[in-house]
């Protein structure tokens, strides 16, 4: 991903991203200088950010295995910058290991972790698994690519070095088109801002890994304020949200859906679900607490690669723990969806590891 020679900055060339995050970048690398990181004047031709080949270091990042991608996080050591006023960045949400989610369940319900995971593992056979390998196989593909339709990446406002305030970028496709403006706000519960961009949260950069216990940025996304989650720089946080609170947001998603027959229709669905499932005894004792958030650290000017981690807390007696659980590579060089679709139907050779020197990732623990 870093090449050399040091590629030269051509004449006339425009900022990468724009002219606020290019200097949020030189700023940060300036007070960081030995730093892994590299500003767009560093990268060499072969992942450049003054033409597509830094689409390359993205694509590099999710065809590794999960283990490769958590050497080249620790590798980063440190957060990096933040992404510059107003930027919309492009992300693809992207799986970690299948198994931490039966491994999620499995300390929820107070079960040998792995009990469950690993016996089957031993049933279920190579020509099963390895389409769901997290890296290269094929449903696993499809549904990032899918899921990258929903959930196209962010968007900050006012960022300094210090953090801002962050959006999650809902629906790209169709929210930011203005000819659907007036469906967005005919339907308040579903965006609440008129858009596909309500407010979330907040960047942080005082959190620490749980990995190394180094410098990483969280993103916090339960409220745009001066505290945030309160990341103390030492220790990952829990939040007070449970499984309960979850199903309770199912059901007031329904009462606020409005009156008339499509009021009704979209009412139903949520209380029915949440009601429902508050019934299921093993459910309702599964009501743990829990936070998703983003670690971030960049890694090159325009891409973070960012870990989703879940923490939860055992009310029942007093335990916690930290679970990798997904990965969101952020990308600010160029936020369209169709230009990068585009690439990777005019590239299909680069979307794959062997243009990388990496081995194909299958099975469900890549």
């Not at 953090?163 to 929210?175: D, L």
Request: include cysteine.
């Amino acid at each position: 991903m870093f090449s050399s020679p040091t590629r030269i900055r051509p004449a006339g060339a425009p900022d990468p991203v724009n002219s606020s995050s290019h200097r949020l970048a030189k700023e940060w690398k300036a007070a960081n200088p030995g730093a892994m990181y590299r500003v767009s004047d560093e990268l060499g031709e072969a992942c450049s950010n003054y033409n597509d080949n830094w689409r390359r270091t993205m694509m590099a990042f999710r065809v590794s295995s999960n283990d490769r991608k958590k050497d080249i996080f620790k590798f980063a050591g440190q957060s990096g910058p933040m992404f510059g006023d107003d930027t919309l960045t492009l992300a693809v949400p992207t799986c970690s290991r299948l198994d931490t989610l039966m491994n999620v369940l499995e300390w929820g319900f107070h079960i040998p972790e792995g009990l469950i995971a690993n016996a089957l593992k031993a049933i279920l056979t190579p020509a099963i698994t390895d389409h769901f390998g997290c890296s290269t196989g094929v449903l696993a593909r499809v549904a990032e690519e899918l899921g990258q339709l929903v959930w196209a990446g962010k968007h900050l406002y006012t960022p300094t070095n210090e953090g801002g305030a962050i959006t999650n970028r809902f629906f790209a496709p169709v929210t930011e088109i203005g000819v659907f403006d007036p469906l967005m706000k005919a339907m308040p519960w579903l965006f609440p801002g008129g858009n596909g961009q309500t407010v979330q949260g907040r960047v942080r950069n005082d959190a620490r890994s749980p990995w190394d216990g180094r410098n990483s940025t969280a993103i916090d996304w339960r409220t745009v304020s001066d505290t945030g989650i309160g990341l103390q720089g030492n220790r990952w946080p829990i939040t007070d949200q449970s499984l309960s609170d979850l199903l309770n947001a199912m059901i007031g998603l329904g009462k606020v859906a409005g009156p008339g027959i499509e009021g009704q229709i979209i009412r139903a669905l949520p209380i029915a679900l949440g009601d429902i499932m508050k019934m299921i005894p093993i459910v309702r004792d599964l009501d743990v607490d829990y936070l998703i958030y983003d670690s971030c650290r960049a890694l090159q000017e325009g891409f973070t690669p960012c870990t989703a981690e879940l923490a939860l807390h055992r009310p029942a007696d007093g335990a916690t723990r930290w679970f990798q659980e997904g990965w969101m590579p952020f990308s600010t060089v160029d936020p369209d969806i169709l230009h990068q679709t585009n690439w990777e139907l005019n590239n299909f050779d680069e979307i794959m590891p062997a243009f990388y020197n990496l081995p194909p990732n299958v099975g469900i623990d890549n």
